[in-house]
């Protein structure tokens, strides 16, 4: 957290010429928080293992993931959490899915994340840690992602070509451009200079940032289980990328939750309820 500040006081300093590096800096750092006590707790409790995804666009090397299960039953629950987050983000979820018998409940830490040591991270390291443990570890039936780690699960669902018996995506982000655009907002970055790092992005990635859209991207099958929650006022995901999202794809049934915002929407107690109840049903 400390780095992200030191960015943000040099950027809103230098508002009028910033530097590219940092703007990217800006974007692609992910600011880290300490597990609390309850936390450390859980995670004591939990089987720890590491995983390599292979970082393409950054060091072009193998990056380890840290990774933690808790239980031991046939169906294999994996939880993808969003940015600047972490596995034990999801400690209610945590606790109520310990109380669902034959589970097992997989969660990781994204590169750059948490306890996962990275310099920077992006969503396809995200995608490629749900791949790396769906191959090395276990295949999941039910996938619960938050955030960019809804957007996550769907590219690497699509990749692997594996369909589960369950998709939860929780306040999912639909379009990533648009999410670039309001952090940059958020330091005064102005229309002429977004221009820069945007052209920068499509050099380096190389497709452009409007790309990552999950209403142009999603290709899952309508067969799917797939259940999707939401807050109306939702700041970070706004709801008229979401409504455009779910009007092209009618199958996914979506539920509203209001008054719980982006970020809080994980500790909602009616969320967690509807989750477990849809992991139950699968049994």
Aim: aromatic share 10%; proline share 5%.
């Amino acid at each position: 957290m400390k780095r992200l500040k030191q960015i943000v006081n040099e950027l809103k300093l230098t508002q009028a010429d910033p530097d590219a590096a940092l703007m990217r800096e800006f974007i692609f750092y992910s600011p880290k928080m300490p597990l609390r006590l309850h936390q450390e707790q859980l995670i004591a409790t939990s089987k720890q293992f590491s995983l390599n995804v292979f970082d393409t666009y950054f060091t072009h090397a193998d990056v380890s993931i840290n990774c933690f299960s808790w239980g031991n039953g046939k169906c294999k629950v994996l939880l993808t959490h969003g940015w600047a987050s972490k596995a034990l983000d999801f400690y209610e979820l945590i606790i109520a899915l310990q109380q669902i018998e034959d589970l097992e409940i997989i969660a990781f830490d994204a590169p750059g994340n948490g306890s996962s040591v990275s310099e920077f991270s992006n969503l396809m390291l995200y995608a490629d840690s749900v791949k790396s443990i769906a191959l090395n570890y276990a295949q999941p039936d039910v996938l619960i992602g938050h955030s960019l780690g809804g957007m996550a699960n769907v590219i690497a669902l699509q990749e692997l070509g594996i369909t589960p018996g369950l998709l939860i995506s929780i306040a999912p982000l639909i379009r990533l451009k648009e999410n670039f655009e309001q952090s940059l907002d958020s330091v005064n970055i102005n229309a002429q200079h977004q221009d820069i790092f945007f052209n920068n992005f499509a050099k380096e990635f190389p497709v452009p940032a409007s790309h990552f859209n999950l209403t142009n991207l999603y290709q899952l099958s309508p067969d799917l289980d797939h259940f999707l929650a939401f807050d109306p006022a939702d700041h970070i995901s706004p709801y008229s990328y979401l409504k455009e999202f779910l009007s092209k794809f009618p199958a996914i049934n979506s539920k509203s939750f209001e008054d719980v915002g982006h970020y809080k929407i994980l500790k909602s107690a009616d969320v967690i309820e509807d989750v477990v109840r849809k992991i139950e049903a699968l049994n």
